[in-house]
């Protein structure tokens, strides 16, 4: 299981941190990624990172103000948000890869995020 | 980077009638490990992505035969061999064979 928290309503150039409590499996043994789905929109994908954290991934529109990371001992994956945009707003899903890369196997419910201008 | 262009961007189907999904790529989709990395999902009204076919043709746990997956290098199908109700909703490909960035399509959506 995947449950994100931490979105909200936040103002243009602010931050916000989501987080992924997963359970039921090993979280250590697996990538993890984050997509997203601004309303009425389709699919993005936003960033994955390796079970050790020595590799991660972001696409060009996020890179240098998102951060992906996660913390092993809590079962956790953790997505910062700085500088948002309003092009930000959107539903993120946080997704469990597989153990040998991206997959993007099982997704979360989603934790809605919504950047005023 | 990849583009995938799906079609048709949305798709009345009749119930207890076959239907597929059209999708493709702007380069081949073979990997260097031989692996063909299309990914199907399935999105219903209101709620999360689903994946239902990985690596072109191999069906995620749980979901119904009536769904399959084929295609080569550019060009990929999802087919649904009796569309029921709960099949509504909308469909996506992607691909990670060449990723970052991971691609997907511009999503079908499945209508009675």
């Known amino acids: 299981q995947l449950v994100e928290s931490g979105g909200g309503l936040v103002q243009s150039g602010g931050s916000l941190r989501l987080s992924c409590a997963a359970s039921?499996?090993?979280?250590?043994?697996?990538?993890m990624s984050w997509v997203r789905q601004a309303p009425g929109k389709g699919l993005e994908w936003v960033a994955t990172?390796?079970?050790?954290?020595?590799?991660?991934y972001y696409v060009d529109s996020v890179k240098g103000r998102f951060t992906i990371s996660r913390d092993n001992a809590k079962n956790s994956l953790y997505l910062q948000m700085n500088s948002l945009r309003a092009e930000d707003t959107a539903v993120y899903y946080c997704?469990?890869?597989?153990?040998?890369?991206?997959?993007?196997?099982?997704w979360g419910q989603g934790a809605p995020v919504t950047v005023s201008s | 980077d990849v583009v995938m262009t799906q079609s048709p961007p949305s798709l009345p189907v009749t119930l207890g009638q076959p239907a597929s999904i059209s999708c493709r790529s702007s380069?081949?989709?073979?990997?260097?490990?031989?692996?063909?990395?299309l990914t199907w999902f399935q999105q219903r009204p209101g709620q999360s992505p689903r994946r239902l076919i990985h690596?072109?043709?191999n069906r995620d746990s749980g979901v119904p035969d009536r769904f399959s997956g084929s295609g080569s290098g550019t060009d990929f199908t999802l087919k649904i061999s009796r569309v029921e109700a709960e099949d509504v909703g909308l469909y996506y490909c992607?691909?990670?064979?060449?990723?970052?960035?991971?691609?997907f399509g511009q999503g079908t959506k499945v209508e009675i």
């Open positions: 997704t469990r890869d597989c153990t040998n890369g991206l997959c993007l196997g099982y």
């Open positions: 990172m390796k079970q050790d954290g020595s590799d991660k």
């Open positions: 992607m691909q990670h064979t060449h990723w970052p960035p991971v691609a």
């Open positions: 039921g499996f090993t979280f250590s043994n697996y990538w």
């Open positions: 690596k072109l043709s």
């Open positions: 380069q081949s989709l073979v990997h260097s490990d031989g692996n063909t990395y």
